[in-house]
């Protein structure tokens, strides 16, 4: 995993760390609940449209996720924190399938964090991730790699 944070700047590092054990508690141990309930405050504002507004309804989908998709799991690949913000860019693998074979969607979040360490704010952007032969699934099926270079 690539870091990038000023070693300096103790709330970059406090909200990474916080980052990291977000998405590890709340999606890999599978402990969503308990995990928005630590690292997000309750009035946490949510920019993906398909969750709702506030810590609780966080933890509310990825419990259905992890509960309906026992394979769950994200893979953190590179975080950036600088001051109350911090970037990550993650494959999520088995949010949507239980086949051991997908190779997951690929997600770069941004969340905002008060002076408490708690997050407050969380935007998105999410593609599928394809395979040598199925490079772009979310455009067409069936479209070859134009280079030899992974997503993460």
């Not at 300096?8 to 990474?16: M, S, T």
């Not at 998105?124 to 991730?129: A, R, S």
């Amino acid at each position: 995993m690539l870091v990038l944070v000023n070693h300096n700047d103790n709330r970059a590092l406090r909200n990474k760390d916080n980052v990291l054990a977000l998405y590890d508690l709340m999606i890999n141990r599978k402990k969503s609940e308990e995990a928005t309930a630590k690292f997000l405050r309750p009035d946490y504002i949510q920019h993906n449209p398909l969750i709702a507004d506030g810590s609780v309804a966080l933890g509310q989908y990825f419990g259905q996720v992890t509960r309906e998709h026992e394979r769950a799991r994200v893979v953190v690949h590179k975080v950036i924190a600088v001051g109350d913000y911090v970037f990550a860019h993650v494959n999520f693998l088995n949010l949507l399938t239980d086949s051991p074979t997908d190779t997951g969607i690929a997600g770069v979040d941004i969340y905002r964090f008060d002076n408490e360490g708690k997050a407050v704010e969380h935007w998105d952007t999410l593609q599928l991730v394809g395979d040598p032969t199925n490079s772009a699934p979310w455009i067409a099926p069936n479209i070859p790699r134009a280079n030899t270079h992974g997503m993460f």
